[in-house]
Each structure stands twice: as structure tokens, then as C-alpha cells.
């Protein structure tokens, strides 16, 4: 641990953890589910603790149009009648962009069957020194880390020499659409810090994903003459075999940073519906999925092997052959991303983890896509620290632990000084 300065010291003890789990239970009260109205309801929420912070507040309403029409847009999974942007921005004594960018999405996904939770997931709760609800660990946890540091600094008296912004986000479950506003908008920065949950590492790069739909087409027949139709399942239990070969071949050689994940680019699929009658033989199914991109693969690469391993599939059955599935790309389209080798960021983080009285932090890659391919991509170098485990993200034991909130909001308070100056 390196000799703090006076002014880091202040700004550190300065970190207030009651106020931040009081915040973070404001926020996951409010059920931002991707499409809802609550997402844009949060997003009010988050600008005015920056109002409150003092920072240059810029709020807008998303042009849902443009994202749905622009050759560049992330595409979306869900329905949207509106949705808000907001970034807040610490001016800095020599102004120009920030130094530093922290981003974070305050939209969760849905809750699944509320059975399997403990408790309502919109009704935080405190239990065993961690906060459990839905978007707790992905990622309002993390975007609270990132309120408290800023806190930490306005409390602490500190004037910063260049600006630190806050980007605030919707629609990272589904693609990237607040992310891809945000920096359509103009806001940029030296280098980016999105807090999603790293169970205490440092991510340095993110998988892609693609989503995707897949048509089988068979022959209705009446049940009790099954052998007279073509069954739509059981074709496409053939294509799926095949698809599980085709995923087990692209983990070959990932990255050494994915170490410990069985599928750093998975293959997965969510729905299945087929058939219109229960004693016909189906004649259609259309399965959705989720698909992964493998680091520094294009996307479009990336469809068109999957689209050759779907095609060379049905060329060698005898039913598909003729009736090819149909394979189309819906809804979200995360590319992959990666902070650029030997880029000082890393190491500024880990020494900010490591003075602020953490442990050196590892670094890994994670297998989901993020928000970070977006900034990576318009040339910012961008790197995850965030706390709580993203393996329990989405899932009905979602929490995050209270120390970890506090644990990187420290490191990333002092991140603000060391990048941003004081004035």
C-alpha cells in the first residue's frame, strides 16, 4: 500500500456506507425492468443524488427512432415508449473532457417465478452484511459504488483539475441502447470504469453476444399417424446436437483470462415453441437463443459461422436438406471488447484497489456482454471493477455484500483523484 496524501486520506474516510445502502435500496425498489416505465422512473432518480452532488446534469430523452433505424445502433430486445439519458459531470478547475467516465445501467431484467425468491425482489433487504433484491449485483451496486465516490470527493471539499463524469444507462440487458445514446450524444472521456460485478477482480475484457432466432419447418400429420408427418421437435433436436458441437469447438484456445469459465462464448438456447395442437404432429418451431462472439471476432464473422454450421447441418439430413432452417438476428448485438494491452488504466486501478486497503485484484475476462465493447469501440479504453459475483445476476438469490459496495467505492474515489488532479 502506497503512502496516502493528506487530501486521499480525507476523500477516503469520507466514503459514506450507511448513506450508500440507503441509496441503493432506493434505487432497487424502483423495478426497472427493461421496456418499463420504472426504467425511465430511476433514471430521474439517479439524476437528481448528481443534482444533489453538484455536478452539470444532462438529461434527454432518448430519439428511440434514431436507435431503431442507425446503421451502428445495438438493437433493442424489448418495447420502449421512452426512455431518459443522464449524465453527471464534477467540472474540473482546467475543464476540457473528463479524465474519467464511470458508467453504470440502472435497468434490471425480470424477475422470473417470485416463488423461488426469499422475498418480494422490489422490497430490499438487509441479510447476512449483503442487500438482496433484483438488480442489487447487476448492477445497481455498482452504480451506487460510483455515486459514493463522487460523494466522497464533494465532502471531502476536493476541486478536481479535470472533470470525472457519471454516465447512467438503460438498456444494457438488451443490447447497449443507453450506452450507445450516451456517446452518440457527445460525452466521452480519457478512460472508462463500468462497475458491473467482478467478485473481486479487474475485467479487462467482455465477450460478445448475439441473439438469434432459428424457423424448422416439418409436416403436419394426425398424431396417431406420426409416421406420415414430419415432426418440427425432432428436427430440431438433430440441429441442436449439432449446435452443442459447434459450441464445445469455439471455447477451443479462449483467452487465457477466462480461466475457470466452461463457456467463455456459450451457446444457449432461451425459447422453444412449436406446434398448434397437441394431437398433430408440428409442422414449425422457432427457437430464440443467445450466441457468443469470441474475442477480437467481428460480428458479422461470427453470424456467418454460425449461419455455415447451421447450413451444412440441414445439408446433411435428408428432410432439411430441402427445408433448410431459417436462421435470422434479432434484438440485442454485443460485439466483443478489450482494454488495450499494457494500457496504464489496469494498473491505475489496481494500485487504487490495493491503497485504498483491498487485495490485488486479478485480472479476468468475463463471458457476458457489456457496456464496455461500446466505449472500447469509440476509443475509450474501459475496464470492469464492480462489486458482487455476476454469477448471481439474473437469478432469484441475487445480492450484493454491503463491504464490497464500500470496497470499490474507495478505490474508485481515489481513481478520481489520481486521474482527474486536484486543483
Known amino acids: ?79 420502449r415508449e421512452e426512455a431518459l439519458g443522464v449524465v453527471g459531470t464534477v467540472p474540473g478547475a482546467d475543464g476540457g473532457d473528463p479524465a474519467l467516465v464511470l458508467c453504470g445501467h440502472t435497468d434490471v431484467v425480470p424477475t422470473g417465478d417470485r416463488a423461488l425468491w426469499a422475498g418480494d425482489p422490489f ?36 476541486r478536481l483539475r479535470r472533470p470525472v463524469a457519471l454516465h447512467s444507462v438503460v438498456g444494457e440487458e438488451d443490447g447497449g441502447l443507453g450506452a450507445w445514446a450516451t456517446l452518440a450524444r457527445g460525452h466521452r472521456g480519457d478512460a472508462c470504469v463500468v462497475p458491473e460485478p467482478t467478485d473481486g477482480a479487474v475485467v479487462t475484457a467482455a465477450a460478445g453476444a448475439l441473439t438469434f432466432r432459428l424457423e424448422v419447418t416439418g409436416h403436419a400429420a394426425h398424431a396417431a399417424m406420426r409416421d406420415r408427418g414430419v415432426s418440427a421437435v425432432e428436427l ?15 471455447q477451443r484456445d479462449a483467452d487465457p483470462r477466462f480461466a475457470g469459465e466452461r463457456y467463455p462464448f456459450g451457446l444457449s438456447i432461451g425459447t422453444v415453441h412449436a406446434g398448434d395442437w397437441a394431437s398433430s404432429v ?14 477480437g471476432e467481428p460480428v458479422e464473422a461470427a453470424r456467418a459461422a454460425f449461419e455455415a454450421r447451421v447450413a451444412a447441418s440441414c445439408a446433411g439430413h435428408p428432410w432439411l436438406a430441402a427445408h433448410p432452417v431459417r436462421v435470422t438476428w434479432t434484438g440485442g448485438a454485443f460485439a466483443s471488447g478489450q482494454l488495450p494491452p499494457a494500457h496504464d488504466l489496469l494498473g491505475q486501478v489496481r ?3 490495493v491503497d485504498a486497503g483491498g487485495p490485488p485484484p486479478p485480472e479476468r475476462a468475463v463471458t457476458a ?25 439474473h437469478g432469484p438469490a441475487e445480492r450484493v455484500p454491503v463491504a464490497e459496495v464500500t470496497a470499490v467505492a474507495r478505490a474508485l474515489a481515489l481513481l478520481v483523484l489520481r486521474r482527474c488532479g486536484v486543483a
Not at 133 to 141: E, N, V, Y
Not at 145 to 158: E, F, H, I, K, P
Open 1 to 79: 500500500m502506497a503512502d496516502l496524501t493528506r487530501t486521499e486520506a480525507a476523500v477516503l474516510d469520507a466514503v459514506d456506507e450507511a448513506a450508500a445502502v440507503g441509496l441503493l435500496c432506493r434505487l432497487v425498489a424502483v423495478p426497472s425492468v427493461g421496456g418499463s416505465a420504472a426504467e425511465s422512473e430511476v433514471q430521474a432518480l439517479v439524476a437528481g443524488e448528481l443534482d444533489a452532488l453538484g455536478c452539470d446534469v444532462d438529461r434527454w430523452d432518448i430519439d428511440l427512432a434514431a436507435a431503431a433505424t442507425a446503421p451502428d445502433a445495438p438493437g433493442q430486445e424489448v418495447r
Open 236 to 250: 430440431f433436436a438433430a440441429v441442436h446436437a449439432d449446435l452443442r458441437a459447434f459450441e464445445a469447438e469455439r
Open 123 to 158: 422490497t430490499p433487504r438487509l441479510d447476512g452484511g449483503a442487500v438482496h433484491g433484483r438488480g442489487t449485483c447487476d448492477m445497481k451496486g455498482g452504480l451506487v459504488s460510483a455515486l459514493a465516490a463522487l460523494a466522497a470527493v464533494q465532502a471531502a471539499g476536493v
Open 351 to 353: 494500485d487504487a484497489v
Open 282 to 295: 408440428p409442422d414449425r418451431l422457432v427457437a430464440e437463443g443467445r450466441y457468443g462472439v469470441r474475442l
Open 369 to 393: 456482454g457489456t457496456d464496455l465493447r461500446l466505449y472500447a469501440a469509440a476509443g475509450i479504453p474501459t475496464l470492469h471493477l464492480g462489486p458482487g459475483d455476476l454469477h448471481l445476476a
